[in-house]
Every structure is written in structure tokens, then in C-alpha cells.
């Protein structure tokens, strides 16, 4: 099986894909290169299985995916924001939210690949907001606390906290109902006092998340809706 091996001042070994599909492990330094090989090969069938569900989102991304022109709808935690592409003479990209409309600007040759970039940045800064302020207001109910808030496009999970208690999220939870989006920002705090999914790990959720099955369950059956660009 083959796999990409990043080393650093982590505590624990984590297994995830990147954007290309590419299978990435990332391990303790002092963990040797053989105690890797056996930690990967006793997740397998996890890796198979991952690889076969990222392999059917893709066509499925690929049957849903926006062009990103005028009058596309966005999704927007619980909004709806219809597209408006302005082209100018500049050389940068702007976007602005105004009311229910997500504004565009970009120069007159921008190309899909520049409209993507441009909305999924934005949508990230809305996640380094949003999230981060629903991550402080949870920890401090919890009594945990996290180290930083990372911002990503994961493509095998929504959220993922470190041995350093970092905390990483994807930006697409800013295309999910915001119950969804923080479904997810609690999952990962709880993991903070309990690195695994034991049955006190989903006592704790459903502690400060009472209904976290109906958030999990909708996230399941729609998240290959959020991977709209």
C-alpha cells in the first residue's frame, strides 16, 4: 500500500487523504518506519473503504459542481446567496456578501479556476470567523482547551484534532447548516479529553449536543452536496 510519510513533533499516528486522493500518514518522530507500515496495514479495510467512498464523491461532485457564473446559488451555514459576477479592469479578485447576494469581481480573463479561488477563499475566512468563535465559546463550557484552528479542504473528514491540540476543519462546513457546522466544531473540542470515539467520547457530545445524531446523520447523506467548486 502505498503512502505518503510525513514526520514531525506530533504525539500520535494519523492516516487521511489529500485533494489528489493520495493516501498521507503522519507520525511521532520517534516512531520508526516499520511501526508505521503496521499501524497502516491494521487500518486496511478503513483505507479501502475511505478510498472507495472519496473515489464515489468525485463523481458525484463532478454531477453537481457550479460553474460559478451569474444566478448560481451558494449555500451559506443557513443563507442562500445568489452569484453576481462583475468583470473589471484589475488585476485581483474581490468578494463581498451583501444581503442574500454573494458578489464577485474579478478581471475580464478570469477563468473558472480564478472564480474558484477566489469564493473558496473567502468561504475559508468566513470558517477562521465562525468557527473559531463557536470553538472558544464550547471550550470554555467544556473546561478544554485547544492549541490552533486550521482551516483546511480535507477530503476524508470534516474536522480532526491533533496530539497538540490543534483543531482542523474543513471550509466546506460553511456550505452545511450551521447545526451541522457546529455538530462538527463539538466533536472535535470533545476529542480534547477523549482522543478516540469511546462511549464517554459520545456521552460528552451528545451532552453539549443532544440532537448530534440527526447533525451526523444529515452530514453523512449530504456532504457531497457541500463540494459544490
Request: charged share 25%; proline share 2%; with cysteine.
Given at each position: 500500500m502505498q503512502y505518503q510519510l510525513i514526520k514531525s513533533k506530533r504525539k500520535t499516528i494519523a492516516i487521511s487523504f489529500d485533494r489528489g486522493g493520495n493516501l498521507v500518514v503522519k507520525a511521532p518522530w520517534f516512531v520508526s518506519d516499520r511501526e508505521v507500515e503496521r499501524f497502516v496495514q491494521s487500518k486496511a479495510e478503513w483505507i479501502l473503504a475511505t478510498a472507495k467512498r472519496l473515489a464515489m464523491q468525485e463523481k458525484k461532485k463532478e454531477a453537481v459542481r457550479l460553474q460559478l457564473v451569474n444566478g448560481d446559488q451558494l449555500p451559506f451555514l443557513d443563507e442562500h446567496l445568489?452569484?453576481?459576477?462583475?468583470?473589471?479592469?484589475?488585476?485581483?479578485?474581490?468578494?463581498?456578501?451583501?444581503?442574500?447576494?454573494?458578489?464577485?469581481?474579478?478581471?475580464?480573463?478570469?477563468?473558472?479556476?480564478?472564480?474558484?479561488?477566489?469564493?473558496?477563499?473567502?468561504?475559508?475566512?468566513?470558517?477562521?470567523?465562525?468557527?473559531?468563535?463557536?470553538?472558544?465559546?464550547?471550550?470554555?463550557?467544556?473546561?478544554?482547551?485547544?492549541?490552533?484552528?486550521?482551516?483546511?479542504?480535507?477530503?476524508?473528514?470534516?474536522?480532526?484534532?491533533?496530539?497538540?491540540?490543534?483543531?482542523?476543519?474543513?471550509?466546506?462546513?460553511?456550505?452545511?447548516?450551521?447545526?451541522?457546522a457546529e455538530y462538527v466544531v463539538i466533536h472535535e473540542l470533545c476529542h480534547l479529553r477523549y482522543m478516540d470515539h469511546s462511549q464517554s467520547f459520545w456521552q460528552m457530545v451528545e451532552a453539549f449536543c443532544p440532537d448530534y445524531k440527526v447533525r451526523k446523520k444529515w452530514l453523512a447523506e449530504h456532504g457531497n452536496e457541500l463540494y459544490l467548486f
Open positions: 445568489t452569484l453576481s459576477v462583475f468583470r473589471e479592469e484589475s488585476s485581483r479578485c474581490r468578494v463581498k456578501k451583501a444581503g442574500d447576494r454573494l458578489l464577485l469581481f474579478v478581471p475580464y480573463e478570469a477563468d473558472y479556476e480564478i472564480r474558484r479561488m477566489a469564493i473558496e477563499k473567502w468561504y475559508r475566512k468566513m470558517a477562521a470567523q465562525w468557527i473559531r468563535e463557536r470553538a472558544v465559546f464550547y471550550a470554555g463550557m467544556m473546561q478544554v482547551s485547544f492549541s490552533e484552528i486550521h482551516i483546511k479542504d480535507q477530503r476524508s473528514r470534516w474536522g480532526s484534532c491533533s496530539g497538540l491540540s490543534n483543531l482542523n476543519f474543513s471550509f466546506r462546513l460553511m456550505l452545511a447548516p450551521a447545526a451541522v
